[in-house]
């Protein structure tokens, strides 16, 4: 019914950037909160940052400084704006978000299936 999706992940080099995507689709009544999760090989999925509807936003400390999380709500989308990456941020990059539905008016958790950034030194 509701599907996140992420793009924009990719290679880049020490202290380049990436600009991730999520894009929700779906019978959508309201769009909550958003944010992103990072999961490397062998690691626990971590949180990177959210943004609320009213657009403020909270980082881990890894990458204050350094990411900037956004939205536009007329596309149903939230970007991750990484900047001076670093080889230890390669991981799997998820997104989530609080979606209510039509059908469903209470506030329901959902992930994308994630998109791969790599960062080689």
């Known amino acids: 019914q509701v599907q996140l999706v992420e793009s924009g992940g990719g290679l880049v080099q020490a202290g380049g950037s990436l600009r991730l995507a999520c894009a929700a689709s779906?019978?959508?009544?309201?769009?909550?909160?958003m944010g992103w999760h990072r999961q490397a090989p062998g690691k626990q999925r971590e949180w990177v940052g959210t943004?609320?509807?009213?657009?403020?936003?909270n980082y881990a400390d890894s990458v204050k400084d350094r990411f900037t999380i956004s939205r536009d709500n007329t596309k149903n989308t939230v970007y991750l704006q990484m900047n001076s990456l670093k080889p230890e941020d390669t991981a799997v990059y998820y997104c989530?978000?609080?979606?209510?539905?039509?059908?469903?008016?209470?506030?329901?958790?959902?992930w994308g299936q994630g998109t791969q950034v790599t960062v080689s030194s």
């Open positions: 989530n978000a609080a979606i209510s539905t039509y059908r469903r008016s209470y506030w329901t958790e959902y």
């Open positions: 779906g019978s959508i009544s309201r769009l909550g909160g």
């Open positions: 943004v609320t509807d009213g657009g403020d936003t």
